[in-house]
């Protein structure tokens, strides 16, 4: 077996709290490709993308770890409607630096340019636009996977849509995608118009959010729960692409202006620390603002404009609990709200975004509601048990957490959070009855 012979790598993803060391193959070619899967032993293997992961979705302990880098990050053409063929290792910025100029943008973007088509569509992505234009799901034509005996297919709605379905959110479990045709939505330039208000409690803000949210392209709102007097206290963003300028270049710039060269030390990761962060940016004066022209990129990916910017939290990580509720259960966002808020938990950046209805994917994580993400330092004392608590409440208000951001969740919960997973079990039986495709992820949750 190749993989016996190689020096295994230290991986880690974004979040920092999962670290395995795999067998990290690296494939130019199908060819090679195949040649890898035919040759995986007993611990299988995952696909890879830019580990921009939070958990370990994409980590495979003792395991190969399948990072593709086959050619087709250069967009050779985008036809007259929109579609466009993209290798599954481009990431959202090189995808995104040749086919804004051109007039096109992607319909689904998320917080991050540096995540690959082939991670998004194996998390179903979702942007800050859900409530219009579903998750990645929705705009993917069809896309060429290699399943686990190293056959590759041509998937879509309407052809073998079952394992189209399966991958969507799937997490790289059915196989390893290798290029995906991807319908762009039309722009008249590259920015948008901005609409930014603050507000001094949660209640308000959340009335505003529901009634502007709809007639708004995009819209998010960022939260302080670290307040006493006013936790969920925050500032509402919604924003409508902006129409062309005469002699202006549409252009689409992802690279960041600092770099933190080293982690923060774990002490500053304390309530107090947040507190003093959140005072400063959520009373700051001057976050009113109506109709302000900003680049698309800096509206899409604003902390992308520093590099390793997880390095804030320390040596010790981050886990990211992102919840979403129905729309009937909203009243659990206030729970929830209140919960961590009294239990002094150092929430450093806390996003609420509007959903729309889900799509048929099994473990596709949007559902018609609200879905609420926080960060927390991971070394935090009782973390652990807290957000087990939390997930209580969340199954209470038929609730659910997102698998492409855990790294801790109980896998008794999924089949309540994830109904659809006894039919995504059955799928994969189906293609892979002997389980080459696994990750740490996959053995932790039981999937
Ligand atoms: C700062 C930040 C902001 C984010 N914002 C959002 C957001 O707004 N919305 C949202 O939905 N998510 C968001 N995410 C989550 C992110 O989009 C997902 O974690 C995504 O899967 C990461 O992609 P990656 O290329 O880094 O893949 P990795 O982290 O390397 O892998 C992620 C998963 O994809 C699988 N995979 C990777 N490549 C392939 C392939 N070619 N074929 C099959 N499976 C593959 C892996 O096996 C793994 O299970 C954010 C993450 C960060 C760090």
Request: with cysteine; proline share 5%.
């Amino acid at each position: 077996m190749v993989s016996q012979s190689m020096d295994k790598t230290k991986l880690e993803t974004w979040g920092n709290v999962s670290v395995s060391e795999s067998y990290l193959r690296e494939p130019e070619t199908i060819h090679d490709l195949r040649n890898i899967i035919e040759s995986v032993g007993e611990r299988g293997c995952i696909p890879r993308g830019l580990g921009m992961s939070y958990g370990d979705q994409p980590m495979n302990s003792s395991g190969d770890v399948i990072r593709p880098s086959f050619s087709g990050k250069t967009i050779e053409h985008v036809s007259m409607s929109g579609l466009v063929t993209v290798s599954s290792s481009a990431t959202f910025a090189e995808l995104l630096e040749q086919v804004v100029p051109l007039g096109w943008y992607m319909p689904v973007v998320p917080g991050t340019s540096s995540v690959t088509i082939g991670g998004a569509i194996a998390a179903d992505i979702h942007g800050k636009n859900h409530y219009r234009q579903s998750s990645i799901a929705d705009h993917i034509e069809s896309m060429t996977l290699m399943l686990a005996d190293g056959e590759t297919i041509r998937c879509s709605k309407s052809q073998e849509s079952s394992i189209f379905w399966a991958t969507m959110g799937g997490l790289g479990l059915t196989g390893i995608i290798i290029e995906a045709t991807i319908q762009l939505i039309p722009i008249r330039s590259s920015k948008v118009l901005v609409d930014r208000r603050s507000f001094s409690n949660f209640p308000d803000l959340f009335e505003a959010m529901k009634s502007q949210t709809t007639n708004a392209e995009y819209s998010v709102a960022w939260l302080d729960l670290a307040s006493k007097n006013n936790p969920g206290r925050g500032i509402l963003e919604t924003a409508n692409h902006a129409d062309s300028e005469p002699d202006s270049q549409s252009s689409y710039e992802t690279k960041p202006v600092l770099s933190l060269p080293s982690f923060f030390p774990d002490l500053l990761l304390r309530q107090s620390t947040v507190n003093a962060y959140n005072s400063l940016r959520f009373s700051s004066a001057g976050w009113g603002q109506n109709n302000k022209k900003i680049e698309l990129s800096t509206f899409m990916h604003p902390l992308d404009k520093v590099r390793n910017w997880n390095r804030l939290y320390g040596k010790t990580g981050i886990i990211q609990w992102q919840m979403a509720v129905p729309e009937i259960s909203e009243h659990t966002l206030f729970d929830v709200i209140d919960a961590i808020n009294h239990a002094n938990a150092p929430a450093f950046l806390v996003v609420l975004k509007k959903l729309g209805v889900s799509n048929q994917a099994p473990l596709s994580f949007p559902i018609l509601g609200w879905t609420l993400a926080v960060d927390f330092p991971a070394k935090h004392e009782g973390i652990y048990e807290f957000l087990d608590d939390l997930d209580q409440k969340l199954l209470m208000a038929g609730g659910r957490v997102y698998l492409a951001k855990d790294a801790r969740l109980n896998p008794k919960l999924i089949p309540k959070m994830y109904p659809g997973v006894h039919e995504w079990r059955a799928i994969r039986r189906n293609i892979d009855p002997d389980r080459r495709w696994q990750s740490d992820f996959s053995r932790r949750l039981d999937l």
